[in-house]
Nanobody
Framework: QVQLVESGGGLVQAGDSLRLSCEAS????????MGWFRQAPGKEREFVATISRTGTFRNYADSVKGRFTISRDDAKNTVYLQMNSLKPEDTAVYYC???????????????WGQGTQVTVSS
């Protein structure tokens, strides 16, 4: 069993940056591929970014490519999402997830955090 706790969300202005953290407990993160997803009010949960177990491979949604960076520090059992040049349309609850496959599909992830709110004002 893995427990994931996100942090780092908040209220920022368009163009600002935030770094989200996802800290794991219960098992070492190095055995999992990790993903970030988000859900805006009235919308379905959508893929944001994913990173492979070794950190070699990363993939991003087109809407965040070039602005967001996913990384992992297995020594700290933590995954990060650096978000730059934030836009109002990035407003959502952001969730991290752990699973056996590096993929953009939510269903392949077995463990989820509770989410952290990111609000970007114009």
């Amino acid at each position: 069993q893995v427990q994931l706790v996100e942090s780092g969300g908040g209220l920022v202005q368009a163009g600002d940056s935030l770094r989200l953290s996802c800290e794991a407990s219960g098992r070492t993160l190095s055995t999992f591929a990790m993903g970030w997803f988000r859900q805006a009010p009235g919308k379905e949960r959508e893929f944001v970014a994913t990173i492979s177990r070794t950190g070699t491979f990363r993939n991003y949604a087109d809407s965040v490519k070039g602005r967001f960076t996913i990384s992992r520090d297995d020594a700290k059992n933590t995954v990060y999402l650096q978000m730059n040049s934030l836009k109002p349309e990035d407003t959502a609850v952001y969730y991290c997830a752990a699973g056996g496959r590096y993929h953009y599909t939510a269903r392949v992830y077995d463990y989820w955090g509770q989410g952290t709110q990111v609000t970007v004002s114009s």
